[in-house]
């Protein structure tokens, strides 16, 4: 399995993510300057989180004019897949590679805690290794991961099962029907913390897997979906 990450300046999860896909894979991934033009043979694309271009005009969308976001978004057209990770969901939304947008958090705080998060579909190359209804507890860290969308766009992606991730209590309820700053941290429409594309090869989401896929890091809920990755596309 061939992966690159894509490196924009203001990256701070780019190392993070590398070094999950290497223990997954077994060798490290390729790293890509934002600056470049053509993403190297590969098998996927990461899109990592941070605050690329310092968040400056909105989350995301000074990146996804970046030389190296046309290629991306070619490759993910023609099937590679493609994971965003909160600043890389929101470079997804801004290219149109996803629905709808990332708004500010409602409290307008920036928020940094694990969260929990049920897994909605396993049939997908990120999924595979965990079971429907799943919970598992994740980080996030972002100040714009209120997930939006007008309601025909949310009935489209609850209709077509492309909710990857929902916001949720420790034991599975419903982010909406809790407390605001419990199970839903950010307003997010629908406690949709991640989502896919038609084909359900391009994902994005909020929280941070790669925070949480070794034991020295006090948890591995996200080793999953890297070890899925691996085994789908070795």
Sequence with gaps: MKSHV???PGSNCDRDVAVALENAMGHPPGMVWHGDT???E????VLP????YGDYLRCGAIAAQSPIMRDVVKKANAGTPVLGICNG???LTETGLLPGVLMQNASLRYICKDVHLKVERTDTCFTHKYSTADILRIPIAHHEGNYYAGDDVLDRLEGENRVAFRYC???GADGKNLPFEGANPNGAARDIAGIYNEAG???GMMPHPERLADPELGGTDGTAMFDALAEALQ
């Design 89 to 91: 969901f929101q470079m």
């Design 38 to 40: 053509e993403v190297p």
């Design 169 to 171: 209590s420790a034991d």
């Design 49 to 52: 989180g941070g605050f690329s």
């Design 42 to 45: 590969t098998d996927l694309i």
């Design 6 to 8: 894509i490196v924009f």
């Design 201 to 203: 090869t391009v994902l």
